[in-house]
């Protein structure tokens, strides 16, 4: 059984940064592609950032050049580092799994098969 836990959330101000992490146990980073994904309220949930088992990484544009996707293998960890946040940018945060072997659709929700709780993101004007 694979589980994710994040952490890291928080209220920041706008221009401000924010590091959230996902503990991920019972699959490694190195079997997996793992992906960000984030629901604001009364929004879809959509995609964030993804990095695969070989540290390839992809953004959605509307963070490009804002966020990046990282990770620790020997701690089985990703962080996804937001820096110039903006209002439009709260939300609840996602962190997801999927079999290595997943890029080509790694920006699709159904490419997942384990999410975890989210971790919440607050960004004041």
């Known amino acids: 059984q694979v589980q994710l836990v994040e952490s890291g959330g928080g209220l920041v101000q706008a221009g401000g940064s924010l590091r959230v992490s996902c503990v991920a146990s019972?699959?490694?980073?190195?079997?997996?592609?793992m992906g960000w994904f984030r629901q604001a309220p009364g929004n879809e949930r959509e995609f964030v950032a993804a990095?695969?088992?070989?540290?390839?990484?992809i953004y959605a544009d509307a963070v490009k050049g804002r966020f990046t996707i990282s990770k620790d293998n020997t701690k089985n960890t990703v962080y996804l580092q937001m820096n110039s946040l903006k209002p439009e940018d709260t939300a609840l945060y996602y962190c997801?799994?999927?079999?290595?072997?997943?890029?080509?659709?790694?920006?699709?929700?159904?490419?997942?098969?384990?999410w975890g709780q989210g971790t919440q993101v607050t960004v004041s004007s």
């Open positions: 997801a799994s999927a079999p290595r072997g997943s890029w080509s659709n790694i920006r699709k929700e159904a490419q997942y098969d384990y």
């Open positions: 019972g699959r490694t980073l190195t079997s997996s592609d």
């Open positions: 990095i695969t088992w070989f540290s390839s990484t």
